[in-house]
């Protein structure tokens, strides 16, 4: 296993306060961040792909790019519940939540779990990570029936007024992302967001209508005939 101290050396090497800058820019926590770009570490992993062990070495560290590395190299196959769990309650940056759930976490056996039980989480970070779940495994989970993401729907109205931002951007792309696998969950997801809309609630009226703009256009219609 290739030592956690070379790949720190080698993040610390490619550290730009330019890149941090811009970091701050788009909301990022950059408190431990390095300032090393995501298509930079997408690179810098790719010997150390399914290197479970560096991964948890890397989390451990605390430093932002670190962790975005362990959350791209981690394999999913290792991943345990206990895992997602440790990390989601350390989420401190929407990056570091949205890299884990969309590309490893999504990936497990145990994503529709944690979806549902941390859809109430009190932890902004943390009841994102549900929702981002759910967008990630509209996209990758290409096995799931209707059934499992109509069973999810129920969880996005019900984080439909938190008006904390990063939650209902991540609810919002959850109903998008079902809302665009099929004609089907188009039609539910249609009927959730005009659900959405009659709430007496600012962040439900911005989920809902953002939703609705994408899901009813020619555009996403044509695609999902397209693609069925």
């Not at 989601?88 to 590309?103: K, L, P, V």
């Not at 931002?165 to 919002?172: E, L, P, Q, S, T």
Request: overall charge positive; some cysteine.
């Amino acid at each position: 296993m290739t030592h956690v101290a070379d790949v720190m050396n080698e993040l610390r090497a490619l550290s730009s306060e330019a890149n941090r800058a811009g970091m701050a820019r788009f909301g990022i926590n950059t408190a431990h961040a390095l300032g090393v770009s995501v298509t930079t570490l997408r690179k810098l992993g790719r010997p150390y792909r399914k290197d479970h062990a560096l991964a948890l070495a890397l989390w451990k560290s605390g430093v932002h790019e670190a962790r975005m590395l362990a959350a791209i190299i981690d394999d999913p196959a290792q991943v345990t519940a206990r895992q997602m769990d440790q990390w989601a309650r350390e989420f401190d940056s929407w990056d570091i939540c949205d890299g884990c759930c969309t590309g490893l976490f999504d990936l497990t056996p145990f994503a529709y779990d944690k979806a549902r039980q941390w859809s109430s989480r009190k932890e902004e970070y943390m009841r994102r990570g549900a929702f981002a779940l759910i967008a990630g495994l509209a996209v990758h989970d290409k096995q799931a029936t209707d059934a499992a993401f109509l069973a999810l729907l129920p969880l996005i109205k019900a984080a439909a007024t938190d008006d904390r931002n990063f939650v209902k951007k991540a609810v919002n792309w959850a109903l998008r992302n079902i809302g665009k696998r099929n004609a089907r969950l188009n039609k539910a997801a249609v009927a959730a967001a005009r659900e959405m809309a009659r709430m007496d609630s600012k962040a439900a009226h911005w989920i809902a209508s953002d939703a609705l703009r994408e899901l009813t256009a020619d555009k996403t219609l044509a695609r999902i005939k397209k693609k069925q």
